[in-house]
């Protein structure tokens, strides 16, 4: 057995302990009143990351949370590797549905449950411990490593954009790792090799200066919320397709195989509609659902609104109405196109005399697709097999990771995602946990996979 | 000069005085704190009848506000006339847009200003300033009459259809007047022949047992607000007509001379969008504007909600949808039956799978037209033509009154409205005044009326 992977397996209790220490940290980066629990993780942070060995461990102020830094960068003649994860997590309410209090850990059948626990405060601990366990054993890292651990992921890293662009040389580096993955199950080891991105827009119609009498304007007065359901209605067929002119440019059909690693994944169609709660699915022709959650772009109505809304009748011809809308994109789609094109639409859809305003939302984000057979994703592949003794999955995430394209663009480097959550891990609801098995596999799949680059790249 | 004129210009100052004590009763019919003002104003109404010389004037109790009642039933081998108004009003507020306090009259530039001048306490007054002056001049009145005044117009005359039910011996007429109605202008003396009638109705859509995030349900689930708007927008095609099947059934093209008269209205299309506040207008082809509010029925939807409506950005499929819709029937439309056909069209349009409620809402009313050719708007017309000077028009409102089709359904009676409101008189809302001018022609109408009527039938 490698020196490493021993000297994890003899820190396990030191590893939980350490563990529930950091969750008991309620560092919510959307609470103002939690700012100084967010300063306190980092500090927390830094010394951990200073305790296994790393250098040049600092806390990195922001506009908003600060970030953590730390390398090690004296493997000469081997690749860098930047990893990435967040030390914040999510408010805690409601509080009363917690089992046992959200800050205060408990450990229950091997799972250990509080805020964080998935989301991600172990996955950023069990990076540190595989470095740990090589700096410890052997003295140095197969490779070099730089660690970026951010402060506002919960928030939508409004820091990071800038930050990468001000400081792209501080975190250069061949690729990057990020731990704010899932595992599929044990026997089912997991990469996540891509995210959907997002972009919205609200529509806000307006037909008159005011709401009508029905009796006086019926018939005669564009009502504001027919127009908006004939927009709304218009930007799919029957089909589910999208009718939006270009949405679908430059989606790639998947390939024989990115279908068969779809069919792959132990999420059958009975299992979908049970965890969705539904009696039917629905998709696009050609396309089981599982294939249009991983291929295929959404536009979704997310909200709609506008004339009376309470009690009983008022008989008028609304004014206003209004909808919000948000699509997620495959690679090959760039939000701010798709966002002109549905302007485009809109517009060709707007009856004469109505006037329709389309408004961007903020928090687009680019979608995030890590090429096949790139050389990271084979080192991921090896160190889960070897370490896990399954074959790896390749997992497609219908929701969106910002980051994944933040760095892409930012820094110009491919990311696996790579992380030991589990999918029904409650996260951002009450009684999130963690599987502990999950948590101390991690380590050892992470300290391989250093390895396996170092070797990889001989 | 008829007595009965030289009565009615001689007792002008007296039937204004008059007007304004009886507006100082805050008669609210909705507001539970006036409920010993309404019942004030009726026994107000009864004194003043007694007054006029009309007999067995009493307080008729019903399961809300009382109506009131009197008759005169000497005139042999007349026909008998039913003459209907109510006498409660709109509650005042806001109180602070009114220019003088609403219960405190006052006169300015030849126009009474008072909550309920012009709807509907001087119309009431002005029958019985009509009765009056024939009683007093000529100890008799030409035909039989009764008067019905309720107390409850303005909340929706809820005691009105059982009451009816039960009384009809005692408001047995061979035809109706109500004069809760109105003047296009001096010069336009106005008969109102029909009226809408309304029905309505609730959609509610469910797609799942709760939203679902975006990224997982997106594109693999219905969305609530896609199937609302798809039902929404499949009830109207391009050319605005309602595609409901069998919407339009049983209702009547207009004649030529039903359209010579709605041509004949003063309500040119730059009129009526500088009414409304609209740039342009729209109505089915072959209609214009005013001839779709006067002869079309519509399907107007009040209001629709569903999904997120808050600031920001919230990547949820709804599970939920709702909208409501009121119809404004014509003649020949029955409001359950047009429910139901609403109904069917939804149920075709449901996709599989989805769950849509459909709830018919209270306060449904039959719509009216007095039919062409009617003797008793023969003599309406030549009452309004010998006291007015000019050719009446026959006006269809696109709004409803609902005690047109009610006394048609339960009395089996034709009714011609006859009232002497402005069109601009701010009816519930601020500053509501009437034209004094109108309030003195009233009663010489409807005592040339009741002149022409026994003329007519001897």
Known sequence: MA??????????????????????????STLA??????????????????????????????????????????????????????YDVQPADPLELWETPPFDPEVRNSRLYARGA?????????????????????????????FLIEGEEEIGSPSMPKWLTNNAGKVSCDFAASSDSAQISEKAPTVIVGAKGTCGLQIDVRTAPRDLHSGIGGGIVHNALHVLAQIIASMHDADMHITVDGFYDNVEMPSPEDREMCARMPLHDDLLRATLGVDSLISEPGYKPIESTWFRPTLEVNGMWGGFQGDGVKTIVPCEAHAKITCRLVAGQQPHDIVAKIKSHIERCTPKGVNVT???????????????????????????RDEMGYTPVHFRMGATVPILGILKQRLGVEVVSLGFAGLSDNIHAPNESVSLTLYHLGPKVYARFLEVLALSTR
């Not at 700012?35 to 993780?41: F, K, L, S, T």
């Not at 942070?45 to 600060?66: C, K």
């Open 3 to 28: 020196e490493w992977k021993a000297y994890l397996d003899s820190n396990r209790d030191k590893f939980l302990a350490e563990f529930i220490d950091f969750l008991r940290i309620p560092s919510i």
């Open 33 to 86: 009143q939690h700012r100084e629990d967010v300063q306190a993780a980092a500090a927390w942070l830094v010394s951990r990351m200073q305790r296994a060995g790393l250098e040049n461990v600092e806390i990195l102020q922001t506009d908003g949370h600060p970030m953590v830094y730390a390398d090690w960068l004296h493997a000469e003649n081997t690749p860098t590797l930047l990893l990435y994860g967040h």
């Open 118 to 146: 998935s989301d991600m405060k172990g996955n950023v601990l069990l990076m540190i411990q595989a470095c740990e366990a090589h700096l410890s054993t052997n003295g140095r890292l197969p490779v070099n490593v730089k």
């Open 358 to 384: 389309v408004s961007v939302m903020a928090g687009a984000a680019d979608p995030y697709l890590i090429p096949a057979g790139h050389p990271a994703l084979q080192v991921a592949d090896q160190a889960l």
